[in-house]
């Protein structure tokens, strides 16, 4: 369970870029953070995950503290960035076995691990070349195998889509519904609406730092009583 409390941040004086957000991800689903480029989707991430400080507020990761337990808040997701180009002088294996110790996954297990995840987005071939060779989509799909290699609760993804080919992306959204059907919580941000409306057991749109909705499709056709898809619903509640 993710659970955001009050958080702000300004990045100018007197200017929130997130204005007093609450928010509470629930076990057992799939939340989709929606938003237009610059309303604060990456930066609410950010902060959630520990890279960005908060300047308001507190977020709780299965009931600790990001800002005052921030070694034990981490141990609990996996987190994917919006931008995969990192590590870029290490092979493929050396970083999934750099993300192996970080998060303690047993030497036993790690080997087994590496190899099913990196055979499921069919990069097993690669790990002994160096990531700046790799392309942006292979870039990602070893991102994603790091992050999820310690097996961890909570999945924080970050534009996890964005230059995964159909198969891997079909793949993703598989293993998205499976961690959610075990009672675990998957948030993840996209722009692809399509995506968010077949996926998502909720939704949360996020508009100039401010939380504008959160709920399910069908509740938010109630609220604003159109039978209309989630493009044009979410055009017209970021434009008002």
Known sequence: MIEIKNVSKSYVKGKKSIDNLNLEIKNGEIFGFLGPNGAGKTTTIRMITGILNIDEGDILI??????????????NFGFVPDSPDMFLKLKGIEYLTFMADVYDVPQNKRKEKIEGLTKKFEIYDELNNEIQSYSHGMRQKIVICGALLSEP?????????????????????????????????VFFSTHILEVAEKLCDRVGIINKGKLVFVGTFDEMKQKFKEEASLEKLFLEITEE
Do not use: C, F
């Not at 299965?62 to 141990?75: F, N, T, V, Y």
């Not at 924080?156 to 675990?184: C, F, Q, V």
């Open 153 to 185: 609760k909570n999945w924080i993804l970050d534009e996890p889509m964005t230059g995964l080919d159909p198969k891997s992306s079909y793949d993703l959204k598989e293993m998205m519904r499976e961690h959610a059907k075990s009672g675990k919580t």
């Open 62 to 75: 299965d009931g600790k503290s990001i800002k005052e337990e921030p070694l034990e808040a981490k141990k």
